[in-house]
């Protein structure tokens, strides 16, 4: 592996950048929306008289600001059904509120099972509707703690949901909202309504929300220089524009500091669904292991290992309504995941430092047969990077519970791997690096973060993953009102109020992956 103090490579701005990319897909909006958005509120900015210390926050505040928002993509499908379809429409309103909410409860489901989840929504949904973006907030300023930005940052990024009006989640109004915040909050709307109408339909939904969502003295900046403003965003590509404007160019992560990003990243591209929670840091783990026992040099494992922790980025870009439907999927549902590894591909490489992890990322799902996605590779187009990343994955998935299937034991996943191999699916040499890895994987912990009691961890790794009070109880064979008292302490012990939370504070804490 490389040393941890050597440079990568990679600028922070690159990787907080390429990250944006996924909050754009997850929102319903192009690739580079993000960007956009982030260049607008620069130049606006720049005529409201910014100072290099809010710059600096506006920049990074505006590449993470949404970064949150998929956290609670379960909870967002089960009550509005395509959660993605969901965020894209709440730009189209000035006040997404309970009536915003109400008319999306059971969006694609049939007349009579809409109702009664409308009904439903009134108690538990509306409860839940209610905390979502104080979630999103929470979510974006632990991943930019973990991204080592700095306080400005988190602020920016926490309250980038409020409103002039004071009708935002923590009712903050007018100047009491810091300026980065305010600009984001705008030029993001405006983004979506230039890209549409122009800079005259950009200018309309700014005055028509002055004074309720937006500063009136920023929407007035706006009118007066829209021609300068929106000049060239609809350009090929904002991405060379929004890295040269990187407040501080020199700041390259060191090895160390990039492995630390991509396994942050890692764990919040799966926080996307509680069924994957885990998921790319165990993928990674195995990977490297197989990558070392295949006999890789160390450059290369490192390369695995990275490619590993990105390779689910795409997965941001399908909606929830699929990740966790506990039937069959249609002809439709199936063409939008085979999809997802070439976003993740797609993402990566826009970064050139990057851009080799996403040619080792989007081989995850290739099968040597031909019968793979996303490009139906054969065998002698799939590189031994990806043929152990492929079984590494598929072996990973197979002892993690889906919402349509139960997790195999060990012993049943490696018969499940080997059976492809036999099949022609999945290299052997990589399958018996993978198992190899596999077996030598043993880890245990006497003492758990905040107090918790190793039942209460057993108990929090459920609730992440969406099981109610009453699926606890049967998983563990212990009554509900035990299970209800469980999760009653460990909110209590982490601070958390809902599963999102919950799950924050599991994931921050490696809890998911012991």
């Known amino acids: 592996m490389p040393a941890a103090t050597e440079p990568s490579g990679v600028r922070r701005a690159e990787l907080v950048a390429t990250l944006s990319l996924g909050t754009d897909l997850g929102f319903g909006q192009p690739m580079e929306h993000v960007l956009r958005q982030c260049l607008i509120a620069l130049r606006l900015g720049e005529r409201v008289g910014l100072t290099g210390a809010e710059r600096e926050t506006a920049y990074y505040s505006g590449l993470l600001a949404w970064v949150g928002c998929h956290v609670d993509a379960y909870e967002q499908a089960k009550w509005f059904g395509d959660d993605i379809a969901l965020k894209a ?31 439903a929504f009134l108690g538990e949904g509306r409860r839940a509707a209610e905390e979502l973006w104080s979630n999103h907030g929470a979510a974006a300023v632990q991943l930019a703690t973990e991204l080592r930005l700095d306080e400005g940052v988190h602020a920016g990024v926490e309250q980038v949901f409020e409103r002039w009006d004071g009708f935002g989640p ?24 230039h890209r549409a109408g122009g800079a005259e339909a950009a200018v309309a939904v700014a005055e028509e929300r002055s004074g309720t969502q937006f500063d009136p003295e920023l929407v007035g900046a706006l009118r007066a220089a829209a021609g300068e403003l929106f000049a060239g965003l609809e350009g090929a590509s904002s991405w060379d524009a929004v890295i040269a404007a990187q407040p501080a160019l020199d700041v390259e992560l060191s090895e160390a500091e990039l492995e630390a990003a991509l396994e942050a990243i890692a764990d919040f591209t799966d926080l996307k669904s509680p069924w994957t929670i ?3 840091r165990g993928v990674a783990e195995l990977a490297e292991g197989a990558a070392r026992a295949y006999g890789m040099p160390d450059p290369d494992v490192a390369a695995i290992r990275r490619a590993a922790l990105v390779h689910d980025l795409g997965r941001l870009g399908v909606s929830n309504a699929i990740w966790d439907k506990r039937g069959p ?7 939008r995941v085979r999809l997802h590894p070439y976003l993740s591909e797609r993402m990566l490489s826009f970064a ?8 080792i990322a989007v081989q995850h799902h290739e099968r040597l047969d031909g019968s793979g996605y996303p490009r139906g590779l054969g065998a ?5 990077a990806g043929r152990l990343l492929a079984t590494a994955d598929a072996y990973r998935a197979m002892t993690e519970e889906r919402p349509h299937r139960p997790p195999l034991s060990a012993e049943e996943a490696a018969a ?3 059976g492809e191999v036999a099949a022609g699916r999945l290299d052997g040499a990589a399958a018996d690096a993978v198992l190899a890895a596999a077996g030598h994987r043993v880890r245990r912990r006497r003492e758990w973060p905040a107090g918790l009691t190793p039942r209460e961890v057993e108990v929090l790794r459920l609730l992440a993953r969406g099981l109610s009070n009453r699926e606890i109880a049967e998983r563990l064979t212990i009554s509900p009102k035990t299970a209800g008292s469980h999760v009653e302490h460990i909110y209590m ?17 490696g809890l998911m992956r012991d």
């Open 89 to 119: 429409d709440a730009r189209q309103t000035d006040r997404p509120g309970p009536a915003f909410a109400l008319s999306h409860v059971g969006a694609g489901l049939p007349p009579l099972r809409r109702a009664r989840l409308g009904l």
């Open 493 to 509: 012990k982490t601070g958390a109020s809902n599963r999102a939370r919950a799950s924050l504070f599991a994931v921050a804490h």
């Open 416 to 418: 499940e791997l080997r």
């Open 278 to 280: 885990g998921h790319s």
């Open 170 to 193: 923590a009712g903050r109004r007018g100047d009491e909202i810091m300026l980065a915040a305010r600009l984001i909050n705008l030029a993001d709307v405006v983004e979506v309504f």
């Open 380 to 384: 002698e187009e799939i590189t031994p």
């Open 352 to 359: 050139p430092a990057l851009a080799p992890l996403g040619a």
């Open 329 to 335: 999927l249609t002809a439709t549902e199936l063409e």
